[in-house]
């Protein structure tokens, strides 16, 4: 059988654990590991404030909450992508304005969002989906022009790139993932990062239950109290030890990922070239940081087929999000907008097996069913 995933273990996770619980004697959140991972991530990409949260879908609640989003605000999210993208800003109070697909990718499309702007608009959510950039310049000013904020939705995208400039570094705020579905992991997991000096000092508040007790702690203020909203967004010590063990090896497992996705890539292009599906196509100004290797079929029976076909080989293959703005919980409330694109690759994309431990082999299996 070959799963769709498998979390891959670097062998230190459990020894950093024991460190945090019997060395440390911290296991509650912001200590040694939890300031080594913040710290990693500052000094190798230049995200000016990470703060480790317990999801990407938490760190995004944080960035509502950052962002001041009031009831009726408008937040301009692409329909195709994770509930936590929209859900973020619903329990703020915010309306959302669903963008749709490129018709190359299954990126927002930048040159569709200025018609959704309105004077309620607030907030503009790329997300990167399968870590391959949006066109952050287009976003970013478009952005400035109606002085909007921007949320990277990075859940997908640690360590790609927007012409030479790392995901996450671009918007005002972004949010990472490291649920064990992604390629650096901690179980649940994730961060806010603020790139926008105004935002700081809050973000850490309302991290730490609305108080400020993180600058008591490096000895700012003689005692800390309630200042502000917020809520208990930061994951312990032993979630933060965990994920330093993979932060370690996150080049070697970034490499192995990239070596299978470009395998995958050249066996399957002849098939592409006669036309039976489209492999992903990765603009000139993104990198691919192999999160995902998916393929869009031609039609949904066609994808229905393939996903059987593998299947009847033990070969865990998978679709992905189905399109927010029919959803059970949102089509009533979404205005009424057509989006092909969207529904195209709700329709005909499938996600193929990629983990740190698939082998050559196995992708060679998995052509070969594919090309039956
Ligand atoms: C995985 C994912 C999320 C949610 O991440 P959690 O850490 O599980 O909250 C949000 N958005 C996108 C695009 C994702 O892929």
Redesign the pocket.
């Known amino acids: 059988m070959i799963d769709f995933n498998r979390p891959h273990l670097t062998g230190n996770e459990v020894k950093y654990i024991q460190e945090a619980v019997t060395d440390f004697r911290q296991i509650s959140g912001n200590g040694v590991f939890t300031k080594r991972c913040q710290h990693f991530f500052e000094e190798k990409y230049g995200f000016k404030k990470c703060l480790l949260t317990t999801?990407?879908?938490?760190a995004?609640e944080m960035a509502a909450i950052l962002c001041d989003i009031q009831p009726g605000d408008e937040v301009i999210v692409p329909s195709y992508?994770?509930v936590?993208?929209a859900l973020a800003f619903v329990r703020a109070g915010a309306k959302i304005v669903f963008a749709d697909s490129m018709e190359r990718n299954p990126n927002i499309d930048a040159e569709t969002i200025e018609a959704l702007i309105t004077p309620r608009t607030k907030v503009i959510v790329p997300?990167h989906?399968a870590g391959v950039a949006c066109d952050m310049d287009r976003i970013m000013e478009i952005a400035g022009k109606y002085h909007l904020l921007v949320v990277e939705?990075a859940?997908?995208a640690i360590d790609s790139f927007y012409k030479g400039r790392p995901l996450g570094s671009i918007g005002h705020f972004a949010a990472f993932?490291?649920?064990e579905?992604?390629n650096i992991i901690s179980g649940?997991?994730?961060m806010l990062v603020v790139n926008d000096d105004r935002f700081v000092r809050r973000a850490e508040i309302i991290w730490e239950k609305g108080t400020n007790r993180a600058e008591f702690f490096r000895g700012e203020v003689n005692k800390y109290g309630w200042c502000d909203t917020g809520s208990s967004f930061l994951p312990s010590e032993i979630i933060a030890a965990f994920l330093w063990a993979q932060l370690e090896e996150m080049d070697s497992i970034q490499s192995k990922r990239k070596a299978l996705w470009e395998e995958y890539y050249h066996r399957l292009k002849p098939l592409a070239d006669t036309g039976r599906f489209h492999l992903p196509d990765i603009p000139a100004y993104a990198t691919n940081n192999a999160h995902m290797f998916y393929l869009v079929c031609n039609s949904l029976e066609e994808r229905t087929a393939m996903i059987q076909r593998l299947k009847e080989h033990d070969i865990q293959a998978v679709f992905h999000y189905l399109s927010l703005h029919s959803s059970p919980f949102y089509r009533t409330k979404h205005d009424g907008r057509s989006l092909h694109h969207c529904d195209h690759y709700s329709d005909a994309l499938v996600r193929l097996p990629m983990f740190y431990d698939l082998k050559t082999e196995d992708v060679e299996k998995i052509y070969n069913i594919i090309a039956l």
């Open positions: 999801s990407c879908t938490d995004l992508t994770f936590s993208s997300v989906y939705d859940a997908q993932s490291f649920h579905t992604k649940e997991g994730g």
